[in-house]
């Protein structure tokens, strides 16, 4: 059967449902590859793009078999009367952190001490492994070393921070009811997520896992993940979301929405819209469906290819606001959702 025929017959295939969207597309790879190699070699298609992920995922991994630790537990407290900025960095562990009414900042850590004979010597290490102070207005928590895996509570005064900064390179971050004109989380391998934040900008990375922002508010919202879904609710100006093997939801409260650049490779697009705004959309997927859930919106444009279909749209005309929204995913489906209330 000629090429061109048998490509025909896998695209009819995936619309009549008889194979998924991933089996026909690494049907068409090794199609692509058979009919022409030189071509193939010059071409980046999806199954090349997950499996890079796959990899970067890999190398993001540690190598944690150090042999035998020592559990130890660490309390401190800082004088935190100038406090403006804070910047968290820990190489392996996890950390969480909290708002509280006192005056001071608190760390309590479980620790892990890898090659370390007695508890007296695992203290040695920690105590000349680990910073913690407050130097001119600023906090800096350090853990550089991958044999120190600290689990870490952090308890800051209630107020608001100039930047907050948290950087793990292996191990989750949880940060609840801070306030901070800048927060950037990131983490190499393990899920982020943040409840109750509020601030000017917000940056959530990680290779390997979830991103959750519950209850947000901020004018700018950027979160990127490799291996994982994302999901972003909250009062929201200009959001950003990326994910390559995950889902994205984005709910909004409120009017103040206005700008939304959502992608994803294998996953679905959700978005519930802010409310009083005029809509102004471009979706588009592959092999997906895209679904437009509003009332009387007006089609702009409308391509429905078995490989290629988007969608150009506008609705709500009555309000002056605008709210641009572009979501595309190459594998799953876009779905626009109504707001709660007009």
């Given at each position: 059967?000629?090429?061109?025929?048998?490509?025909?017959?896998?695209?009819?295939?995936?619309?009549?449902?008889t194979?998924?969207?991933?089996?026909?597309?690494?049907?068409?790879?090794?199609?692509?590859?058979?009919?022409?190699?030189?071509?193939?070699?010059?071409?980046?298609?999806?199954?090349?793009?997950?499996?890079?992920?796959?990899?970067?995922i890999?190398?993001?991994?540690?190598?944690l078999?150090?042999?035998?630790?020592?559990?130890?537990?660490e309390?401190?407290?800082?004088?935190?009367?100038?406090?403006?900025?804070?910047?968290?960095?820990?190489?392996?562990?996890?950390?969480?952190?909290y708002?509280?009414?006192?005056?001071?900042?608190?760390?309590?850590?479980?620790?892990?001490?890898?090659?370390?004979?007695?508890?007296?010597?695992?203290?040695?290490?920690?105590?000349?492994?680990?910073?913690?102070?407050?130097?001119?207005?600023?906090?800096?928590?350090?853990?550089?070393?991958?044999?120190?895996?600290?689990?870490?509570?952090l308890?800051?005064?209630?107020?608001?921070?100039?930047f907050?900064?948290?950087?793990?390179?292996?191990?989750?971050?949880?940060?609840?009811?801070l306030?901070?004109?800048?927060?950037?989380?990131?983490?190499?391998?393990?899920?982020?997520?943040?409840?109750?934040?509020?601030?000017?900008?917000?940056?959530?990375h990680?290779?390997?896992?979830?991103?959750?922002?519950?209850?947000?508010?901020?004018e700018?919202?950027?979160?990127?993940?490799?291996?994982?879904?994302?999901?972003?609710?909250?009062?929201?100006?200009?959001?950003?979301?990326?994910?390559?093997?995950?889902?994205?939801?984005?709910?909004?409260?409120?009017?103040?929405?206005?700008?939304?650049?959502?992608?994803?490779?294998?996953?679905?697009?959700?978005?519930?819209?802010?409310v009083?705004?005029?809509?102004?959309?471009?979706?588009?997927?592959?092999?997906?469906?895209?679904?437009?859930?509003?009332?009387?919106?007006?089609?702009?444009?409308?391509?429905?290819?078995?490989?290629?279909?988007?969608?150009?749209?506008?609705?709500?005309?009555?309000?002056?606001?605008?709210?641009?929204?572009?979501?595309?995913?190459?594998?799953?489906?876009?779905?626009?959702?109504?707001?709660?209330?007009?």
């Amino acid at each position: 059967m000629p090429v061109n025929e048998e490509r025909m017959k896998i695209l009819e295939m995936i619309e009549k449902g008889t194979i998924n969207a991933e089996e026909g597309a690494k049907l068409l790879s090794a199609l692509e590859h058979e009919g022409d190699e030189q071509q193939e070699k010059k071409k980046y298609g999806i199954m090349n793009f997950l499996d890079d992920a796959v990899d970067k995922i890999k190398n993001a991994d540690f190598d944690l078999a150090f042999g035998e630790s020592v559990e130890i537990e660490e309390e401190s407290f800082l004088d935190a009367e100038e406090l403006k900025e804070v910047d968290l960095m820990i190489a392996n562990g996890s950390l969480n952190v909290y708002t509280w009414e006192e005056n001071q900042a608190r760390a309590s850590s479980r620790v892990k001490v890898y090659q370390a004979g007695t508890e007296e010597e695992a203290r040695e290490r920690f105590n000349g492994d680990v910073q913690f102070d407050i130097k001119y207005g600023l906090l800096r928590l350090a853990s550089p070393s991958k044999k120190i895996k600290m689990h870490t509570d952090l308890y800051l005064p209630k107020r608001f921070y100039e930047f907050m900064k948290a950087q793990l390179q292996n191990g989750s971050i949880h940060a609840e009811g801070l306030e901070a004109q800048h927060f950037h989380l990131k983490t190499s391998n393990g899920p982020v997520k943040g409840s109750r934040l509020k601030g000017g900008s917000c940056k959530i990375h990680t290779a390997n896992g979830p991103i959750k922002l519950e209850e947000g508010e901020f004018e700018q919202v950027e979160a990127d993940t490799i291996n994982g879904p994302v999901t972003l609710e909250g009062t929201f100006g200009k959001v950003d979301g990326s994910s390559v093997s995950g889902g994205i939801s984005v709910n909004h409260k409120g009017s103040t929405a206005h700008t939304a650049f959502l992608k994803t490779t294998a996953g679905t697009i959700e978005v519930s819209l802010p409310v009083k705004r005029k809509i102004d959309g471009i979706l588009k997927t592959k092999f997906g469906s895209l679904q437009c859930g509003l009332d009387n919106y007006k089609i702009l444009k409308d391509q429905k290819d078995v490989m290629n279909k988007s969608l150009e749209f506008e609705a709500y005309e009555q309000f002056e606001d605008v709210y641009h929204i572009e979501a595309e995913t190459k594998t799953g489906s876009v779905k626009i959702q109504p707001p709660v209330q007009l």
